[in-house]
């Protein structure tokens, strides 16, 4: 049973840091490689990708949170960590870990799955 869980998120106010944390058990990936990403979503807007990574350590970001978000990994303990800084109050979004097998594609709608979610809130 594959579970992701979400922590660290919570209220900040601009120009403030947050560091999230996904936790991923129930599943592992055959052979090599696995791709972990982070998403958020905003009140009435459509869930978008933040950053994803793979098992390589390779990154990619939106370009909305590019030199302010860094995604980084743990391998041994399936953790996946989101460090936002200069943050800002259009950032305010939950925030979700999914993950997939390969990172070809950072669409929500590659993603198998997903977290529950944790709330950032910039103010």
């Known amino acids: 049973h594959v579970q992701l869980v979400e922590s660290g998120g919570g209220s900040v106010q601009a120009g403030g840091s947050l560091r999230l944390s996904c936790s991923l058990t129930g599943y592992t990936y055959s052979g090599s490689g696995y791709c972990m990403g982070w998403f958020r979503q905003a009140p009435g807007k459509s869930r978008e990708a933040v950053a994803v990574?793979?098992?390589?350590?390779?990154?990619a970001y939106a370009d909305s949170v590019k030199g302010r978000f860094t995604i980084s990994k743990d391998n041994a303990e399936n953790i996946v960590y989101l460090q936002m800084n200069s943050l800002k109050v259009e950032d305010t979004a939950m925030y979700y870990c999914?993950?997939?097998?390969?990172?070809?594609?950072?669409?929500?709608?590659?993603?198998?799955?997903w977290g529950q979610g944790t709330q950032v809130t910039v103010s």
């Open positions: 990574i793979d098992s390589d350590g390779n990154a």
């Open positions: 999914a993950t997939r097998r390969y990172c070809t594609s950072m669409s929500p709608a590659a993603f198998g799955y």
